[in-house]
Nanobody, 129 residues
Framework: QVQLVESGGGLVQAGGSLRLSCAAS????????MGWFRQAPGKEREFVAG????????YYADSVKGRFTISRDNAKNTVYLQMNSLKPEDTAVYYC??????????????????????WGQGTQVTVSS
């Protein structure tokens, strides 16, 4: 079992930056692909960014490419999402998720929520205009 706890959300003006963190419990974090998703009010949950367990591959939604950066520190069991040039449309609850089935694939980065087995409780990001 893996527990994920997000932090770092908050209120920021458009053009500003935030860094989200997701701390994971468990000894096998380093073998999981990790993803960030978000859900805005009245909308479905959407993929934001993902990173392979090796860190060798990252993948981004077109809407955040060039503005957001995902990274991980396996020694600290933590994955990060650096968000720059934030826009009001980035306002959402952000969730991190873990895919334990990626252990055999060093470059696997799933982009669908169904591929992820473990989820955090979410952290609110609000971008004012």
């Amino acid at each position: 079992q893996v527990q994920l706890v997000e932090s770092g959300g908050g209120l920021v003006q458009a053009g500003g930056s935030l860094r989200l963190s997701c701390a994971a419990s468990g000894r096998t974090f380093s073998s999981y692909a990790m993803g960030w998703f978000r859900q805005a009010p009245g909308k479905e949950r959407e993929f934001v960014a993902g990173i392979s367990w090796s860190g060798g591959r990252t993948y981004y939604a077109d809407s955040v490419k060039g503005r957001f950066t995902i990274s991980r520190d396996n020694a600290k069991n933590t994955v990060y999402l650096q968000m720059n040039s934030l826009k009001p449309e980035d306002t959402a609850v952000y969730y991190c998720a873990a895919d334990p089935t990626s252990a055999a694939y060093s470059l696997r980065v799933p982009s669908t929520s169904e591929a992820y087995d473990y989820w955090g409780q979410g952290t609110q990001v609000t971008v004012s205009s």
